[in-house]
């Protein structure tokens, strides 16, 4: 082997050292006498060099909060029935997700709209911007959480005080990423990113709640007779 | 110089913690499973950046934990619960890369020849590299090239390891890597000229 066309494709396998003997001394060979190719095998060593070093990356701020919500969620679903989230406060978690629901519509439709705003000319009559659009969105979780608060909190009681200081717990770091999200919009009304990460843990506020009103009415209830007979 | 193996799935022996840690989170115990995520999201989170991408890897962190959540009865401690844990991460990184579809097809595919490594100007062009240079670079690459890239530059793999992790060929995987490094040395020179 002589030439650089042979020899190119076989630098990275010599550099690994991932060649047999008669190989490795074809390349070496070549490698004294061709500056070009030299050069690549040098920066093949640098790269895995800089590549081995290449270190941990830190997970964004709201990550660890969407994780709690939906562990919670998965671990609490076996040990609720369909019947007790019939019942009042399962109408409120029920309502509460319309709401949602309306409010997850228009954050849809709002980062729909701020993808296509540069191109896009809407004949709808309203909402009438990405603000409005915005703002209502965010008017549906707020609505949605303060009903949905306003009943975990009077049933809270109920709870096993374990599980209530977990919920309680994961509604602090919850609500440590809402007020991140909002001082970032703050500083900054146009970001995405913000926006996004706002409208993610408005959601996941909004899981946690309802999955503490399904525990109280699991322990207001417990032996309901409607219990398993409704759908 | 050849490597010995060490990457995540060897260099881990288990401890007794890692043992009572796993015991605590199957047990639901308070702060255990924050205690895991703090320890391990870091690494699990650069990995799923390096090879799915940043916007994707979001998610898949979540994945990640919410699967090891569900499957943490099935580690017995045959291995620390890092290297289970990144196991399973890799594992969800590859099938996220097979439901891109067509774009992972490739990765079994005949490499297109190209040409030799043009090397503007003779001997060695590249400097120090920077961190930040190089994950930009690799985010730039095909998702074949960049998974083998990460597995095997950054993470430590050996090409079989990477075959069977992936089901491509030994030779596949070699040939990957020279076609990663041959791009990346390529954009992280254009960077330098900038």
């Known amino acids: 082997m002589t030439t650089c066309e042979e020899i190119e494709p076989r630098l990275s396998e010599y550099v690994d050292g991932d060649v047999d003997a008669s190989t490795r001394a074809g390349v070496a060979a070549h490698l004294a006498s061709c500056e070009r190719c030299a050069g690549v095998a040098v920066d093949f060593e640098r790269l895995r060099s800089a590549a081995s070093n290449l270190g941990p990356i830190a997970p964004p701020p709201g990550a660890w909060a969407s994780i709690v919500a939906r562990v919670e969620v998965e671990s609490d679903a076996p040990r609720r029935s369909s ?3 019939a019942t009042w406060p399962g109408l409120a978690a029920a309502a509460a997700i319309v709401l949602v629901a309306g409010g997850a519509y228009v954050v849809h ?17 309203a909402p009438t911007s990405l603000n409005d659009e915005l703002t209502q969105a965010m008017q549906h979780y707020d609505t949605a959480i303060a009903d949905l608060q306003a009943t975990a ?4 009681h109920q709870l096993d005080p374990a599980v209530a200081a977990t919920l309680k717990r994961n509604l602090g770091v919850i609500d440590d990423a809402i007020a991140e999200s909002r001082t970032a919009m703050t500083v900054d009304p146009t970001s995405a990113a913000a926006r996004d990460s706002l409208f993610d843990a408005l959601q996941q506020k909004v899981t946690v709640l309802q999955d503490t009103v399904a525990l109280i ?15 | 110089m050849p490597r010995p193996s060490s990457n995540a799935l060897t260099r881990a022996v288990p401890e007794r913690v890692d043992v009572a840690l796993a015991e605590r989170c199957r047990t639901d115990a308070p702060g255990a499973f924050e205690e ?3 320890a391990h999201s870091p690494r699990l989170f650069g990995l799923a950046c390096r090879m799915v991408g940043r916007p994707d890897a979001e998610d898949l962190l ?5 699967s090891a959540y569900r499957k943490m009865g099935q580690y017995r401690g045959d291995s620390a619960l890092g290297t289970w844990l990144f196991r399973l991460a890799t594992n969800l990184c590859v099938d996220h890369l097979r439901s891109r579809g067509a774009k992972w097809s490739r990765m079994t595919d005949e490499l297109p020849e190209e040409p030799p490594a043009a090397a503007p100007g003779s001997g060695s062009v590249l400097g120090a590299i920077d961190r930040m240079d190089l994950d930009r670079a690799l985010a730039t690459l095909p998702d074949g090239c960049r998974t083998v890239f990460v597995l095997h530059d950054v993470e ?10 992936l089901g491509i060929a030994d030779g596949t ?6 076609k990663a490094r041959r791009r990346l040395r390529e954009a992280l020179t254009e960077n330098e000229r900038r």
């Open chain 1, 83 to 85: 019947a007790a989230r």
């Open chain 1, 109 to 125: 439709q709002a980062r729909q709209s701020a993808a296509a705003a540069a191109v896009a000319t809407s004949a709808a009559a």
């Open chain 1, 153 to 156: 909190t009077s049933g809270e």
């Open chain 1, 217 to 231: 009415t699991d322990a207001r209830e417990p032996d309901s007779p409607a219990r398993g007979s409704q759908r």
């Open chain 2, 36 to 38: 895991l995520y703090r």
């Open chain 2, 62 to 66: 979540q994945e990640i934990f919410l």
């Open chain 2, 156 to 165: 430590g793999f050996e090409h079989h390891e990477i075959g069977t992790l």
């Open chain 2, 173 to 178: 995987s070699k040939s990957q890597l020279h």
